[in-house]
């Protein structure tokens, strides 16, 4: 088992955990009525797993905009941008590496899904040096993979459920971990639902989602009774990553909510009868004339997001605990004449030395080793935004012939 996250506890009180490395291989689907957690469960898993793993979120309902307070998940508005400045946000999201949650909230059901789509289709088609693993959760997945047309748009169906079915059948390779999670499997497409292999069901009651909800999960018509009994909060479990038997899990507590929530009951107004017809029809005819304008909301530019992704990115590396000394002096010397260049030179000449140096190496892809770099460089705190494909190519080339550390006209 890889990076484990607990998630909560099974019928018996012990903990039960989410292999996050299997969770990046094998997807998930998660299932559930309007009210059964599904929100709940997904918070959870993305608070368990923030330090573990990139995360971006798409959300129609505005619910995980509070990530924002406690994880520095960077939120972009779809409302606030046009469509070629999501399609570069998402460049950027993955180049950077830094969570996000991409908020349609304010977007009408079509506008939604087209720039869902786009955002997610830009994740799909980011450079292969790019390709980080990343968790891509999508909330209410049967408004983005519908099974069937409705009153959708023919063409806004098409590039939505491309987008969704690139996502779950080849973003694995792509370091694309789909999360998709719906209230009716049965609206949901089967073809989008399929490729998940990990499945938390929640409480349903109508029998065409709960059939479908017991063949994933392997279980016959009279033990499928067992979703219907199920209580908010509580899932049965199933995939590599989860269980490999059915397993009823309670979510446990999670540190963020929804900002819009209205939980529970709310004390009725104390005013007469008199009062109340009042506050309705006083100045009814004044205000009806009135043209209606809706406050403007402050739109967030395109490269506002953009710096707050990069300065996301950098702090990372402040964080970093200093190299130690002993690290440093078994360190390979300098080079003043390095093709990598720049005031970090001697960290990046290091590592790009240090992975030279590894056995099969010189086998692997140059967007591979690209990719190992740039995570090498950020585990220990080096700067290497500066370093593209070329120049990292060349340098890799001169440590691998044993003529990273010549002078520069030996090189030549």
Known sequence: MGA??????????????VDVEELLATRLLVQGNSGSGKSHLLRRLLEQSAQIVQQVVIDPEGDFASLADRYDHVLIDGAAHSASEIAALAGRVRQHRVSVVLMLDELE?????????LFLSALFDAPREHWYPALVVVDEAQMFAPAAAGELAEDARRLTLAAMTNLMCRGRKRGLAGIVATQRLAKLAKNVAAEASNFLMGRTF????????????????????RIRDLQRGQFLGLGPAISRRPVAVQIG????????????????PVASGDELEALLHDDLAQQAAEPVHPAARPVARSVDIEQEISSRAGARFEDREPVRAEEETAAPPSNAGSP????????????????????????QSSAALYREFALRCRQRG???????????????????AGLGYLEAPLRE
């Not at 484990?4 to 955990?17: K, N």
């Open 253 to 268: 507590a999670v540190h963020t909510g929804a900002k819009n929530a209205a939980e529970g009951l709310a004390p009725l």
């Open 340 to 363: 990598l260049g720049g005031a970090n030179e001697d960290g990046v000449a290091r590592i790009v030395h240090d992975l030279a140096a590894e056995e099969g190496a010189t086998f």
């Open 4 to 17: 484990q996250i607990e998630i909560g506890t099974d019928s018996e009180g012990r903990s039960t955990f």
């Open 382 to 400: 080096v700067p290497s935004a500066h370093i593209d494909m070329v120049r990292f190519r060349r340098s890799f080339a001169h440590a691998s």
């Open 109 to 117: 059901v079509e506008q939604q899904i087209r720039c869902a789509a």
């Open 206 to 225: 109508l029998d065409i989602d709960m059939q479908r909800a017991a063949d994933l999960l392997g279980m016959d018509r009279r033990q499928a009774e």
